[in-house]
Nanobody, 117 residues
Framework: VQLVESGGGLVQPGGSLRLSCAASGFTFSRYHMNWYRQAPGKERELVALISSAGGTTNYADSVKGRFTISRDNAKNTVYLQMNSLKPEDTAKYYC???????????WGQGTQVTVSS
């Protein structure tokens, strides 16, 4: 099983980034997918989630209206479009795959997002 995040980097406040998470080794279309983030000295927090078929999404209050999660089950990839980025969005962003039946979930290694002028 692999989850490989990409798309992180350094961006100025107000800028945009698009994170991708490419999945392999499991039946991607059966798993709910989540993006988490963890800033230095803080706990990991759930940023956005999308259901297995993509019909349901939810967001942390801190990113609502600025971030959009989406998935392409044909490409085994989940995305996080991040607009109007703020310095407080600086964190390492992790992709997570969680089965709806409550089994084991999987994590990627993370991609760093830094928002700074």
């Amino acid at each position: 099983v692999q989850l490989v995040e990409s798309g992180g980097g350094l961006v100025q406040p107000g800028g945009s980034l698009r994170l991708s998470c490419a999945a392999s080794g499991f039946t991607f279309s059966r798993y709910h997918m989540n993006w988490y983030r963890q800033a230095p000295g803080k706990e990991r927090e759930l940023v956005a989630l999308i259901s297995s078929a993509g019909g349901t999404t939810n967001y942390a209050d801190s990113v609502k209206g600025r971030f959009t999660i989406s998935r392409d089950n044909a490409k085994n990839t989940v995305y996080l479009q991040m607009n109007s980025l703020k310095p407080e969005d600086t964190a390492k962003y992790y992709c997570n795959a969680r089965p709806p039946w409550g089994g084991r979930d999987y994590w990627g290694q993370g991609t760093q997002v830094t928002v700074s002028s």
